[in-house]
């Protein structure tokens, strides 16, 4: 115990802790002094007590995919008579609704489309941005850029260069599951390696593209390989600084073919938030999840290191396929961040604060800013 005590002593102080110190930490530190360490963290970085959300839309452009994902309950396999691909004009209509409810970023998901060059990304990207060049386009990931260079005939970086030019401006995390390699090939066999979602990472990095870094756990992998696809993350935030923020969530088991797997358990959750928060000394920003494990756990990571929530979600299919259930407005938002003894402040995508609700008085109320599947959507075109 003395160990533990003085390993968080030190983490809490900004010390750096190799992953073996994360993963005596993440199974044996008592979950107040866990969380107590990694809250002295947060309080270092944000002493201002504000704690962030953001608007915005996650829009999919089709579930034709090839990759076929083990615990995806989104995608359908190409010739399938429920593939839909959305077109365009279709994607602008929607980025215009999201604009109309306040929202700043859009998140493009979609399934890898045997048929989508890069063409139909720049085609898209550049649509969107001459209708709203107010939005932040931050969306896909690196697995989109090896399939991309697949369909296409590129190198991931003039992949990366052509969509930047096309108005990407950041990448989502998406796609980065569980790096390490055994659970990796176990729920994602046709996925790129977690050492090639990396690389590809670090390429965007270097041509100024940043991004955020995700972590989908549950779905059947050990304690140890946890702290191993922190690792690799921090590694590479070591060399390029080019991720903003590291984003835990947990795996929902429905409608896949993965059902009846290892879920992580709240518990497990939070502690990984915790332990987050004291392994990335080089990552600036630590989101809470909502979706995945209803509001008052998102609450309670506000205390253990987190300093975001992430997104109202104007729409979200993805997740939400899976089983997530959770919904949220701007309003409750807000009050859950409060009420966590937080100063709530909506912010933009590089995480500035666009308004900052100190005043109970003065809240935004508006019913319609709240999470929804497709609520507001249009007509899909069948997938040929
Ligand atoms: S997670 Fe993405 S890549 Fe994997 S099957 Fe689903 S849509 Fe395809």
């Not at 045997?114 to 085609?123: H, K």
């Not at 080089?282 to 008052?296: D, F, M, P, R, Y």
């Not at 997740?319 to 003894?341: F, K, M, P, W, Y």
């Amino acid at each position: 115990m003395r160990e533990i005590r003085s390993l968080l002593a030190r983490a809490a102080d900004g010390g750096r802790i190799t992953p073996d110190e994360a993963l005596l930490l993440y199974t044996q530190a008592p979950l107040h002094e866990l969380g107590q360490a990694a809250d002295a963290v947060r309080r270092r970085r944000f002493p201002d007590g504000i704690a962030t959300y953001i608007i915005d839309r996650n829009i999919n452009y089709t579930n034709v995919c090839v990759t076929a994902c083990k615990f995806c309950a989104f995608y359908r396999a190409p010739k399938h008579e429920e593939g839909w691909v959305r077109d365009v004009a279709d994607i602008v209509g929607k980025c215009g609704e999201a604009v109309e409810l306040g929202a700043t970023q859009i998140m493009l998901q979609g399934g890898h489309h045997p048929e989508f060059g890069i063409e139909w990304y720049e085609n898209a990207f550049s649509s969107i941005k001459a209708a709203y060049p107010q939005l932040a386009l931050h969306s896909l990931g690196a697995s989109e850029v090896v399939h991309i260079g697949r369909t296409s005939g590129l190198s991931h970086e003039q992949v990366i260069v052509r969509l930047r030019d096309a108005g990407l401006d950041s990448f989502a995390g998406a796609g980065a599951e569980i790096l390490t390699e055994r659970p990796r090939a176990a729920i994602a066999p046709l996925k790129e390696p977690g050492h090639v979602w990396l690389s590809v990472m670090e390429t965007a990095h270097g041509l100024g593209l940043e991004s955020t870094a995700t972590f989908m756990m549950g779905t059947g992998e050990t304690n140890a390989e946890r702290i191993e696809h922190m690792r690799m993350i921090r590694d590479v935030q070591d060399r390029t600084g080019g991720f903003r923020s590291f984003i835990p969530w947990t795996y929902q088991p429905e409608n896949n073919h993965l059902k009846g797997r290892t879920q992580a358990t709240l518990f497990e959750y939070l502690r990984l938030v915790a332990v987050a928060r004291l392994f990335f000394d080089n990552v600036a920003h630590l989101q809470g999840s909502w979706l995945t494990t209803g509001k008052e756990v998102g609450q309670l990571t506000l205390h253990l290191g987190a300093d975001d929530l992430g997104s109202v979600m104007l729409e979200e299919n993805v997740v939400s396929s899976a089983g997530a259930r959770h919904r949220t407005n701007r309003t409750e938002l807000i009050h859950l961040i409060r009420s966590a003894d937080r100063i709530p402040a909506q912010r933009d995508t590089l995480y500035n604060h666009l308004v900052v609700h100190r005043d109970p008085a003065d809240d935004p109320v508006d019913e319609r800013v709240a999470s929804h599947y497709s609520s507001t959507a249009l007509p899909l075109v069948q997938a040929s």
